[in-house]
Each structure stands twice: as C-alpha cells, then as structure tokens.
C-alpha cells in the first residue's frame, strides 16, 4: 500500500518518520513480567502436552469412556497444543517487536498524515495501521487452524470463500463499531475533565447491555441462519424443563453452526422475562436425554446467577479500573510512562490508556486468575 503513496511527499516524509527510543524502568517492568509469564505458561502446556500423549485411559473414567474416543481426543488436544506451541511463541517474538517498533512508528505515522490537533483522526489512523500490520500473522494461523487441524480431526465445515466472507464482515464491523465507540470515548474523557471515569464507566455499562441486545438480534445473524426448533418433541422437552426450573423461555432457535464446525454449542440470551435458548445444529443428532442435559447445566448457571455475579464483578472491576486511568492521567507518572513506551510529549486519551493498560497486566493476571477460579467453582456447583 505503502508504494501508492510515495510519490505524494507528504505521505513519504510520514512513513519514514523517526520516533523516540522506547526504553526505560516501566517498559522493562513491562517486559520482564510478560516474558516470565510466557514461560511460565509454556512450561503448563509442555505438562499438559505430556498428558496428551498418554493412550491409556485413566482408571477413574474406565469404563465411561469409550478408548477409541479417548485416542481421538488426545490426538486432537496433542496437534492443538503443539500448533499452540508454534502460534504463542510467534505471537510473543512479533508482541515485543510492536512494542519496540511498530506501536509508536504507526502513531507517529498517524499524527504526521493527520497534522496536529486531530486527535480523532490520528487515533483511529494509527488502529488501523495496527490492525493491519498484525494481518500477515494473524490470517495464516487462523488459516492452518482451520484448514488442517481442524479439518484433520474431522471438524472443519468451513470453506474458503465462507473463511474469507468471515473475515471480511467482521472487518467492516470492527471499523463501523470501532469508528463510532472510539471518538465516543475520547470525547467523554476531554469533556468531563477529571472526573471523567464515572461518566465513561456509565457509558460503558450502557454500551454493554445494548451489545447484550445487538449480538444476538444484529450481529450473529449476519454469520448465522436462525430457525425455529424443528423438532417438536425435544422442543417440548425443553419447555418442559425450562418451567420446572421458573426459566422465562419466550423462543427457541436452531442455528447452523454446522457450516463452520463440527463442535457444538448451546446457550441463551435475553434480558428479565425475555430469554431464548439457541442450539446448535450439530447438537441436534445427540439423544434427547444428552441435550436436556447440556442444557441443564447451561440453565443452573441461571438459576444460581452466576451470569448476574459475573456483570455485577465485570461492573466493580471496570469502574475500578477507569477510577485507577484518571487518578493517573494527567500527572506526570503517565507522561513519563508515555515517553518511556516511545511517544514523546504525545497528549492522547488512546495512549495513555494503552500504556496503562500495558502496565497493569500484572494486577489483571492475577484478577484473571481469581475469575478463573470463581468460574471453576461455578462450573461444579
């Protein structure tokens, strides 16, 4: 793309643009952390690789499962994991190189195509370029993926033309959404002054409900064809369950996820006395008995609202966390973690924000860590 536009010298001078060096406590905090956490957690895979490649079936599930099933399975774990192995590290070596190189050369890149005081512009600009940029790593993964280890084990559906239709509507998605949402935030942060987390933690709750809204009834069926449950008596079935458990069910939906994969899904939506269950398609050739059973264990999360403890969480979690973005803001600790992470004197919410959120990864490890824990205990209640 680049060499369309050398020859506007505008254009030239901005993607030869030289950006401050990136370096300092705060960056190598940054990076010592995550590059521990990396091996860390590529040391938990290689355990559980080692699993994978077990072929006897554990005594504690002899006799429930059947061997050949077993066998399958642990092959399919072993090429995802192994797949993974490949994928993490790429995406680690590439992370770093963004973080030295390619995040403040593409906001410098902005800012110079822009001009100064378009903050809005620049912002968006500079997401692009990035998004982009990831384009030549991203696709080829998500490509292997789908079209060999998925499509060795049997659960690929998917063809070329619906991969590339995928990727495209999301794109346009991403720009319409990202070009409304992101001016929207930086807005409320420059109009509010500095009490402009509440404001901005309010809008986000209301963003979150209409997404609650617009996803199911908007977005999915742009990828998804929904049909009313065909089959009678397991819809019956459902309602019948769905009364004993006081689940207010208005409708249910099939889906063709068979399209895409072989794996199945089900789940519901809706707000208060409004809910739908959706099944997909590949869970229809299950026993009547099997599906009643996915979906119980799908409706007891309802039913001891887990799903409300986890808005109620996801809420605290978001206030504190703008709460903590405007104590430190404007001072001078964010202006040198800025320059530090290679943007100069650059004054942009987007920035500041990201660099943030760079720097709390640690605390974020460690709350994802209690929610994963808290989901775990959900799972088994």
């Known amino acids: 793309m680049w ?32 590059s521990a956490l990396h091996c860390f957690e590529q ?25 050949t099933k077993f066998l399958e399975s642990q092959e399919y774990q072993k090429d995802k994991r192994l797949f993974g192995f490949v994928r993490d590290w790429t995406s680690f070596v590439f992370d770093k190189a963004q973080l030295f190189l390619v995040t403040p050369w593409a906001w410098a890149v902005a800012s110079r195509i822009c001009g100064p005081g378009a903050e809005y512009s620049t912002t968006l600009l500079w997401f692009l370029i990035l998004q982009w940029v990831e384009k030549p790593i991203n696709i080829p993964f998500s490509l292997y993926s789908n079209f060999v ?34 001016p929207g935030l930086i807005w409320i942060v420059r109009y509010f002054g500095d009490r402009f987390y509440i404001y901005l933690w309010a809008a986000c709750q209301l963003l979150m409900f209409a997404f609650m809204w617009i996803y199911p009834n908007v977005i999915q069926p742009m990828f998804n064809k929904f049909e009313t449950l065909k089959d009678e008596s397991l819809k019956k079935e459902i309602e019948a369950l769905a009364a004993e458990v006081n689940f207010p069910l208005t409708k249910l939906f099939q889906i063709d996820g068979s399209r895409r994969s072989g794996h199945s899904n089900a789940y519901f939506f809706g707000f208060w006395k409004y809910k739908r269950i959706v099944l997909y398609d590949t869970l229809l050739h299950l026993k009547q008995e099997d599906i009643l059973a996915i979906l119980c264990h799908e409706l007891g999360h309802w039913k001891f609202g887990h799903t409300l403890v ?9 206030f504190t966390l703008f709460s903590l973005f405007g104590t430190v803001m404007y001072s ?16 942009s919410v987007m920035v500041s924000l990201m660099v943030f959120m760079l720097l709390f990864t640690p605390t974020e490890q460690v709350l994802g860590l209690c929610m994963t824990m808290l989901s775990r205990t959900f799972e088994f209640q």
């Open 310 to 318: 986890n808005l109620i969480i996801s809420s605290v979690h978001l």
């Open 43 to 67: 040391y938990l895979e290689l355990r559980q690789l080692k699993k994978n490649r077990e072929t006897k079936v554990p005594l504690e599930l002899t006799g429930s499962v059947d061997e």
């Open 3 to 34: 060499s369309y536009l050398a020859w506007l010298p505008s254009y030239q001078a901005a993607f030869s643009e030289s950006v401050p060096p990136v370096g300092g406590p705060y960056v190598w905090a940054f990076v010592g952390f995550t």
């Open 149 to 182: 280890i998925e499509e060795r084990h049997g659960f690929n559906k998917m063809t070329m033309g619906l991969f590339f239709s995928d990727m495209i509507k999301s794109e346009l998605l991403t720009y319409v959404f990202g070009g409304l949402l992101v």
């Open 332 to 347: 001078e600790v964010s202006k040198n973690m800025i320059r530090q992470f290679g943007y100069g004197d650059t004054d």
